[in-house]
């Protein structure tokens, strides 16, 4: 029997859970010998803190763990406890939590133990909000502003986190130098959760969580030029001491990084479980940016040409969309948002269906992970609703208000332990074939 979209995408989380990850990364036991004390910050920080804790062994010494809060299954919270200090805090925008968090952080890793020691970083996505250390005179509640407004911005991740990482004390590569003062050697593993194509390999593990541990090449003239985008999102007051805050960040790093899952990890981990099934034309790009209503049309486009064509298949993608917010937007995150609009562009087709899912459980500030649509999705909304209020919802951001009125159309996974972007499946049937 084939896999239903749905089957696939949680079969493909469950293959790129964050412990299978972490621990082929440490299974050969080569990497320490010598005492190792862990840190793991982000969204799959549990995850990867039981595979630290597994693939080590004796070297081994203590931990320290901040993630989103419930991100600790009660099972990992049991083998973590009494081994890792434990610590949750907000995201996607920072709250006090994070800050103590984050001094507690700085403590732990100058602690008379610590001196001589190995130190093994473990980050993932979320970090740049879990981590919460505003440079003077930004407070706490002007970077919450801050970060409201980045999100609202419709900016690439990559240029939200070059603003943080120079709004910070802890970002852009500081952490690693504060820990270089007693440890003797940093190695650090990384979940990416940014999809840049464009971009070195090297320059996106210092976008990740905005690079505590890695050298920073942006400066602060590039921090000042996103500052400027966000001029009509921000008081005058505070834009004011966001730019005082603003500093340079080292560009080297004494910590050693690795990649140990991306976006990438989705991909190939989809197509395998496809097989035969897996479609992917000359013209099709797998790594997926850019604003949610264009990629919806060109989703849309790609898939009725296909069928046109008599071909039938799931093509796969993954990366992160952008959404342009408004100043009260409704319900609901990029994945809902970016398939309520693949409803609008399907509506009446038959034989195409497609899934938007993030990798981590969450889409945007809810308990939804994304949405499944076909081309009668649309019509069944407005049924339900009457079109113009879906056209209003669509247009103020309330994709998840609507999705919900409709059985099946939301999934919901709960947190999924990892965060490696979102994955989007697009399944193609041959009306001709299917049809008796």
């Given amino acids: 029997m084939k896999k239903s979209l749905l089957d696939l995408y949680n079969s493909t989380l469950e293959e790129a859970d964050s412990y299978r990850l972490v621990k082929s990364h440490l299974s050969d036991g080569r990497d320490f010998s010598d005492p190792v004390d862990v840190v793991a910050v982000g969204k799959a920080a549990a995850g990867m803190a039981a595979a630290a804790l597994d693939g080590l062994g004796s070297p081994f010494q203590d931990g320290f763990l901040l993630t989103k809060y419930d991100h600790i299954s009660p099972n990992l919270r049991r083998k973590l406890e009494g081994k890792f200090q434990l610590f949750e805090a907000a995201h996607p925008v920072p709250d006090r939590a994070g800050q103590a968090a984050t001094d507690a952080l700085k403590k732990w890793l100058n602690r008379p133990q610590s001196t001589g020691r190995s130190l093994l970083v473990l980050v993932s996505g979320g970090a740049s909000s879990l981590l919460v250390s505003p440079s003077a005179p930004l407070t706490l509640d002007d970077l919450k502003k801050v970060n409201s407004a980045l999100l609202a911005s419709g900016l690439p991740i990559e240029q939200m986190n070059v603003l943080r990482k120079h709004l910070s004390s802890v970002k852009g590569g500081r952490m690693a130098q504060l820990a270089k003062k007693s440890y003797r050697r940093q190695k650090q593993l990384v979940m990416v959760d940014i999809c840049a194509p464009q971009l070195p390999e090297s320059e996106i593990l210092s976008l990740v969580g905005s690079g505590p541990w890695v050298g920073d090449p942006s400066n602060c003239g590039d921090a000042e030029k996103i500052l400027k985008q966000l001029k009509n999102h921000l008081h005058p007051e505070v834009a004011q001491r966001v730019a005082q805050a603003l500093s340079e960040t080292p560009s080297d790093s004494p910590c050693e990084s690795t990649l140990v899952g991306s976006h990438r990890t989705l991909l190939r981990l989809a197509r395998a479980q496809l097989g035969e099934r897996h479609l992917e034309p000359e013209d099709w790009n797998p790594e997926i940016t850019g604003e949610v209503s264009r990629l919806a049309h060109h989703f849309s ?48 087709s038959q034989g195409i269906t497609f899934l938007a899912g993030s990798s981590d459980g969450t889409d945007g ?28 919802a669509l247009a103020q951001h309330d994709s998840g208000t609507l999705l919900a009125s409709l059985p099946g159309a939301l999934i919901t996974t709960g947190p999924t332990g990892q965060n490696l972007n979102d994955l989007f499946l697009l399944e193609v049937e041959n009306i001709e074939l299917s049809t008796p």
């Fill in 301 to 348: 486009s790609t898939a009725l040409r296909l069928q046109q064509q008599g071909l039938s298949g799931v093509l796969v993608a993954s990366g992160e969309p952008t959404v342009v917010l408004n100043d009260r937007p409704g319900r609901g995150g990029r994945c809902q948002e970016l398939a309520l609009h693949m409803a609008r562009c399907l509506k009446d």
């Fill in 365 to 392: 500030p809810t308990d939804d992970a994304g949405a499944l649509v076909n081309g009668s999705t649309w019509n069944k909304l407005c049924q339900i609703h009457g079109l113009e209020r879906v056209e209003r």
